[in-house]
């Protein structure tokens, strides 16, 4: 019983406990003890706890934490008996069952009264219950009494096919009103429980497994906020029972079927359902009489059923159930008469079944019988004639002739016939009589993976399912001819399917070796169930599987039948609470002290391990010290509805990326994290995958080792300043008394050291330099290109070794081609450029026009990276006196004629700076006696002894005097009056180069 506090009271054999919930476990402390244990627990309306003991009342005050024994009555000098329950009412009375016989206690007047209608009606009370609307119930060896508590009652006759009997040893009520009354626990059987519902007076008797030992008692269950039902048994430890999950219904001989080896299903005309058990043969229910008839092994005249298993069952176009059994052919029950037609094998005519071992069958649109057999293929039954068709295994599969067993036949909606057999599975067009071979363990998609194929399925989309062996399931891609997988690691519960339906909203369910699977097509996504959930057992049988006319579903398997509606089956809408429950140091649990109240914890070592003082549940943060480099945090859900399936995810947060999907492990493990500060979270969901939008957290500090710490590298610093300090000290004084000996040695030897440096450096830099410059010069075309109709002069000035500048060209098909550009900055850099550009030139300008070669040049000279190095350009093609002039950073062009010059500016940014951009190209005329002239920023740039610029405006002036000369005198021209502005004796401060161009006057 679980009082105020969250603490539980157990009754016990050594007396009464205090258990205190801690998670996935209890911690027992002793609080009572009494001689002979202690049964029956109940609270008054007053608070107080009632229990008995042997032969005495206790009751249990816990403000004063105090027990009081009241002895029972006497008769004569004997007790009245052993006490079997005890139950407190609302009215302040305690019920008792003393030996059997109910009597009530007022603990005012201290008086016991026998309930005198119980007692004439013979009845053996070993469970009492008290329900939400204060009515008494006791539960009795013959069954379950409804108790007026002035000496009458009611019984209720809970008596299910297959119980044996009313017995009732403990009572309790659901979240619904229903009542749930469990019997004792059988040997060999298992317990029994049964929901009672008072309202209609109907009771479900239910079966459990009590495992491999007996129990011999059950005492009353406890319902707990999630709905689930605790039962404490003799010896036998805790039971748990999870109405809410049983939404499947265990059909099992107890409730009338003749065996629980369950192969096949069929559905009649009538409604009625026949299943086939392996080893007895045909169960035949009967919904509207809730009555099972049967057609037993060697049962039936004048024919009656063979000795063999009822391996499939299918039903004629004129109502009748055909059975294919393993070993005794393929019977014909006429559902209405029930007489039976056994079609066998006859060696000497071809005409007769291929074998008497049937494994399946199938009826296809007129009225023919299809069956499947172990090692002979398959055949087709006319009904009509009584003859057969034959499909042995050579004809199926000519490669696989040793081995010919057909597991499964479906007919789809274009009346082709899909077989399914080892190593193959078969599609035949009955029309064209042609054949499809889709072979096993395929790799390419044109087969199953699976060596076997044991279930078949159409969906109502027209599609084929496959249910395999060891693969999964499968599905054929009919227009591309190929076949698609889902197995356990997509979700599926095993990958051995051994039947196939689809529910009305056209998801799937399958029968596996672990349960059902149902998979929503639409979403790819599986949702599985468990005998936990109520399933006859996880192993289910080939082929065992039937949708009914009303929707429902029915699975057989190993123990029985699963019996559900797909469309009343919801989700658990409850999802599970998460606690931290452990912490592990190097894979020990650190051992709880129990000391203190705080939140933060530190670990602690002890002589036998490490300590924490509390739980990590009531802590919010955890500091570990440098040297626990290996911890575990252990979490749990508390969801007891299939505790084994819920699922789990976690994060570190500081060190983990993203969360970690754990799927039922219930630990997280890390290792040698860095000093700091982290955020581990856990979240748990449900089995039906509702998760906790809640995740518990708990901060985890690690320390960094001391000699990290802040204390240490303070002192780190302190050493540092003294030993700098002293050392740095005694460096002066030795230093003091050598500088007076060696200061002019020292001297002199560094300075005729730093000479042999400095000289060496500059004749190594001057050979570099050298090098690069004739590099440099050999790049300037040795010879100038003989232009048609005009005259070219060209003239460069280099400010470094290596210059900036450069100008080539080519005359090609009588069209001249001439380029001027200008490197930013000097020297080696400069230089670099350079070359680039006039491989760049030689190898793509005379293939390319004049645009394309500059977009193609400024793409490649910003893809090279070369940083903060652009390159200024003008390209100028010139014939019979057309010039088309392309410019990129460069200044502008001139015409000089007779009466004047005119500027040519072309816009555009130098090349390398920009990836996208669009440069122009200008057309001009060049007339007789006119000349074109090209020049570098460094003609311009020219500045004289006192810092003025030269400009354009000095060009202009140079090229207005020189304008009707040829093109060497103006080339001349313009180096003299630039040199004139400059001085002779000034270094030039930048590269420069002239290109004059003259079209020649016609004679």
Not at 110 to 139: C, M, N, Q
Not at 337 to 356: E, F, V
Not at 366 to 389: E, H, I, M, N, S
Not at 881 to 905: H, K, N, T, W
Request: charged share 25%; net charge neutral; aromatic share 10%.
């Amino acid at each position: 019983m679980e009082i105020e506090d969250g603490r539980f009271l157990l009754a016990t054999l050594g007396g009464i406990v205090t258990l205190e919930r801690d998670l996935t476990h209890f911690k027992v402390r002793f609080e009572a003890e009494s001689q002979g244990g202690v049964i029956g627990f109940g609270r008054d309306s007053q608070g107080r706890l009632w229990g008995l003991s042997g032969e005495n009342l206790l009751r249990f005050e816990p403000e004063r934490v105090e027990w009081t024994s009241f002895p029972l009555p006497e008769r004569g000098v004997q007790k009245i008996g052993k006490v079997r329950a005890a139950l407190p009412d609302r009215r302040g009375n305690l019920w008792l069952s003393l030996q059997g016989n109910l009597y009530a206690f007022d603990p005012l007047r201290g008086t016991f009264t026998l309930h005198e209608g119980l007692k004439r009606a013979g009845a053996d009370v070993r469970a009492l219950f008290l329900d939400r609307g204060g009515r008494l119930w006791a539960g009795s060896a013959d069954g379950l009494y409804r108790v007026d508590q002035r000496g009458g009652y009611t019984r209720f006759d809970i008596t299910t096919p297959g119980s044996d009997g009313n017995r009732i040893v403990g009572i309790t009520q659901d979240k619904a009103g229903d009542l749930w009354l469990n019997g004792p626990l059988n040997p060999n059987n298992g317990g029994v429980l049964t929901r009672f519902t008072p309202s209609e007076g109907r009771s479900l008797r239910l079966a459990f497994s009590s495992g491999s030992q007996p129990v011999d008692h059950f005492f009353p269950p406890l319902q707990d906020n999630g709905g689930n039902l605790w039962f404490g048994t003799f010896g036998s430890g805790l039971f748990l029972y999870s109405p809410g999950t049983r939404r499947f219904h265990h059909l099992h001989p107890d409730e009338g079927l003749i065996g629980v080896n369950v192969f096949s299903f069929v559905e009649d005309d009538r409604g009625r359902i026949w299943t086939g058990i392996f080893d007895k043969g045909i169960d035949i229910y009967d919904p509207k009489t809730r009555k099972h008839s049967s057609l037993l092994f060697g049962q039936g005249s004048p024919v009656s059923f063979p000795n063999a298993a009822p391996m499939a069952l299918c039903k004629g176009r004129e109502g009748e159930i055909w059975a294919a059994t393993l070993g005794g052919g393929l019977v014909r029950v006429d559902s209405k008469s029930g007489k039976l037609r056994i079609y066998r094998n006859l060696p000497s005519d071809p005409r007769s079944l291929p074998s008497n071992a049937l494994t399946s069958c199938a009826v296809d649109r007129y009225g023919g019988v299809w069956v499947g057999t172990t090692g002979q293929g398959g055949a087709r039954l006319d009904p009509k004639t009584g003859l057969c068709q034959r499909f042995p295994p050579s004809r199926l599969t000519p490669t696989l002739q040793r081995n010919g067993n057909l597991w499964a036949i479906l007919e789809d909606r274009k009346g082709r016939i899909w077989m399914a057999l080892d190593g193959m599975t078969v599609l035949y067009d009955p029309l064209s009589g042609s054949m499809t071979r889709f072979p096993g363990k395929s790799s390419d998609g044109k087969g199953v993976r699976a060596e076997r194929v044991i279930s078949l399925l159409e969906d109502s989309r027209g599609r084929i399912w496959l249910g395999t062996g060891t693969e999964g399931l499968a599905l054929y891609d009919e227009k591309r001819g190929l076949f698609r997988h889902w197995g356990e690691r997509e979700g599926l519960a095993n990958n051995v399917v051994y039947s196939l339906l689809e529910d009305s909203q056209g998801a799937l369910w399958m029968g596996t070796n672990k349960g059902l699977s149902r998979f929503d097509t639409e979403r790819e996504k599986f949702f599985n169930y468990d005998l936990f959930d109520g399933l006859q057992e996880n192993e289910f049988n080939i082929g065992a599987a039937l949708r009914l006319h009303d929707g429902r579903m029915i699975f057989g398997g190993v123990n029985g039948a699963t019996l559900f509606n797909p469309a009343s089956l919801g989700s658990d809408p409850l999802f599970p609470p998460v606690v931290i429950t452990q912490l592990q140091i190097y894979n020990k649990p650190v051992e709880v002290t129990g000391e203190g109240d705080v939140k933060t914890a530190k670990v602690k070592r002890g002589p036998k391990g490490y300590l924490l003082p509390l739980q990590p549940t009531y802590l919010e943060e955890i500091v570990l010290g440098p040297k626990e480099k290996v911890f575990t945090l252990g979490y749990g859900a508390l969801h007891f509805t299939g505790p084994e399936r819920n699922r789990f995810r976690y994060i570190l947060e500081g060190f983990d990326r993203e969360w970690i999907d754990a799927g039922n492990r219930r630990y997280a493990t890390y290792t040698n994290l860095p000093a700091g500060s982290y955020l581990f979270k856990v979240t748990a969901a449900n089995p039906d995958g509702v998760w906790n939008p809640k995740p518990v957290t708990l901060r985890i500090r690690i320390l960094p080792p001391f000699w990290k710490s802040f204390w240490a590298y303070l002192f780190y610093l302190g050493v540092a300043v003294s030993l700098l300090v002293a050392g740095r000290g005694a460096v002066l004084r030795r230093e003091r008394e050598r500088t007076a000996v060696k200061e002019s040695e020292l001297r002199a030897r560094a300075a005729e050291a730093q000479s042999r440096l400095v000289q060496q450096e500059n004749n190594r830099k001057s050979r570099e330099l050298e090098e690069a410059r004739q590099l440099q010069l050999s790049m300037l075309p040795l010879s100038l290109p003989k232009v048609q109709g005009a005259e070219l002069a060209v003239a460069m000035k280099t400010a470094a070794e290596v210059g900036g500048d450069y100008y080539d060209g080519y005359e090609e098909r009588g069209e001249s081609t001439l380029v001027l550009g200008d490197a930013t900055h000097h020297g080696l850099k400069a230089g670099i450029m350079v070359s680039v550009v006039k491989g760049l030139f030689l190898s793509c300008s005379s293939r390319m026009s004049s645009l394309e070669f500059f977009h193609h040049t400024n793409i490649t000279l910003k893809k090279m990276h070369l940083g903060p190095l652009y390159m200024g350009l003008t390209l100028c093609r010139y014939r019979e006196g057309r010039i088309r002039i392309v410019c990129a950073g460069m200044p502008p062009a001139y015409i000089l004629a007779r009466e004047g010059f005119r500027r040519i500016s072309a816009s555009g940014i130098p090349l390398g700076a920009l990836e996208d951009f669009v440069y122009e190209e200008r057309e001009e005329v060049l007339g007789e006696g006119e000349s074109l002239v090209l020049f570098t920023d460094g003609l311009a740039e020219s500045f004289n002894a006192e810092e003025r610029l030269w400009g354009l405006q000095g060009v202009e002036r140079a090229l207005a005097e020189c304008r009707r000369d040829s093109a060497q005198e103006i080339l001349r021209c313009l180096l003299s009056k630039e040199e004139e502005w400059r001085g002779s004796d000034k270094p030039l401060t930048d590269d420069m180069t002239v290109i004059v161009l003259r079209r020649s006057t016609e004679p």
